[in-house]
């Protein structure tokens, strides 16, 4: 039984096709054999051969590409389009009345359908997006209780107030935050089989420590390791340390963690007012905070990466690794240099 394209030409793939054109032009052009020799070899009929020469007599061998026929005018035009892309863009597919905050092709394509009546394929709405450049990735997520308005008034008058205290009194500034690390964290991604995730034997002990840093615009460092929960007497601990042998006053910034505003912390920096004065950040905005940088270069960039035998490995490790970092003055300065950071540096 011969196969499709063998009984029917116009199933022979267009770029096979013109160069079955290409050499039964050149056999009869350059080779002399006859038209209706080359149908017969071919299978093709003798007006479709002739119509081959023309094509060539009046194009050359370009002229025997396959055109397309112009299809139909597409069904999305540049109205849907703005709309796509405003709506992709400026909502979530919750104020559209669906139980999930990503958009995918199936949902703006039952949307376009509710709007405009058109029916198209997921597919054609996902060259839509690409063509207006729009690409499926993953997103950062923002806090939804953090106000835009406490954070513009933070960065453009309570900061600016905090700066002319300092200049006023002689003080550094220095930004301040805590985190938690264990044996099991992980991050990073590694070559493997396509489909099959690469299995790496890990410790699954569940120990960790408790992390304090301050980070400061010329790129100083200091730092705590804390075998368990951090409090108010671990804390005050942190700040004795910090503005031991200082010989100018600190102005700390940080978050809004309850043991931050404890009375027993309000009363060691009141005792202590020549040396330090704390101030607050904005609520849930801990991109704000250069020191947050601290944990990602440890957790995500080193301790993640690296094969974690238990809660003494992990202590060596830690060591090592924040007093590097504390070391790296340049590297501790461009966590100033981000665009939500870079505030602190005006």
């Known amino acids: 039984m011969k196969d499709d394209w063998l009984l029917d030409g116009r199933k022979i793939p267009d770029q096979a096709m013109y160069y079955i054109r290409k050499l039964a032009v050149h056999a009869i052009r350059d080779n002399g054999f006859s ?38 005018e597409p069904v999305i035009n540049v109205l849907m389009d703005a709309w796509l892309k405003k709506t992709v863009l400026n909502s979530t597919p919750v104020d559209h009345g669906y139980d999930t905050v990503l958009w995918t092709r199936d949902i ?23 063509k207006m450049g729009l690409t499926y990735q993953k997103p950062d997520y923002r806090d939804e209780q953090a106000k835009d308005s406490d954070i513009e008034f933070f960065i453009n008058e309570k900061f600016p107030r905090i700066q002319r205290l300092a200049d006023k009194i002689g003080a550094d500034f220095g930004f301040e935050d805590e985190a938690g690390i264990g044996v099991m964290t992980r991050s990073g991604k590694t070559w493997g089989v396509a489909g099959h995730h690469p299995e790496i034997p890990v410790s699954m002990e569940r120990h960790g420590y408790n992390m304090l840093s301050i980070v400061t615009p010329e790129g100083i460092m200091q730092y705590n390791i804390v075998d368990g929960k951090i409090n108010s007497d671990k804390y005050i601990e942190f700040l004795g340390q910090i503005i031991e042998n200082r010989q100018r006053p600190l102005i700390l910034m940080t ?3 309850k043991f931050h505003k404890s009375e027993k912390v309000r009363h060691f920096v009141r005792a202590n007012r020549s040396k330090i004065r704390v101030f607050f950040l904005p609520k849930r905005s801990p991109k704000f905070n250069p020191d947050e940088q601290v944990w990602n270069e ?15 490995d992990l202590r060596k490790r830690l060591d090592s690794e924040l007093k590097s970092l504390q070391e790296n003055t340049d590297r501790v300065k461009s966590f100033f240099n981000l665009p939500d950071t870079k505030y602190a540096l005006a």
């Not at 119509?51 to 396959?66: I, N, R, V």
């Not at 080193?302 to 094969?307: E, F, L, N, S, W």
Request: hydrophobic fraction near 40%; proline fraction near 5%; charge should be neutral.
């Open 35 to 72: 038209p209706e020799l080359i149908a017969d070899v071919f299978d093709f009929s003798r007006s479709a051969i002739y119509d081959w020469l023309e094509s060539y007599d009046k194009g050359g061998y370009l002229a025997l590409e396959s055109r397309q026929a112009p299809g139909a």
């Open 108 to 130: 703006l394509t039952e949307l376009l359908n509710k709007e405009f009546g058109v029916s198209v394929s997921p597919v054609t709405v996902g060259v839509h997006l690409k």
């Open 255 to 257: 978050d809004h963690a």
């Open 298 to 312: 440890i957790k995500n960039n080193k301790i993640g990466k690296q094969p974690i035998k238990n809660k003494i």
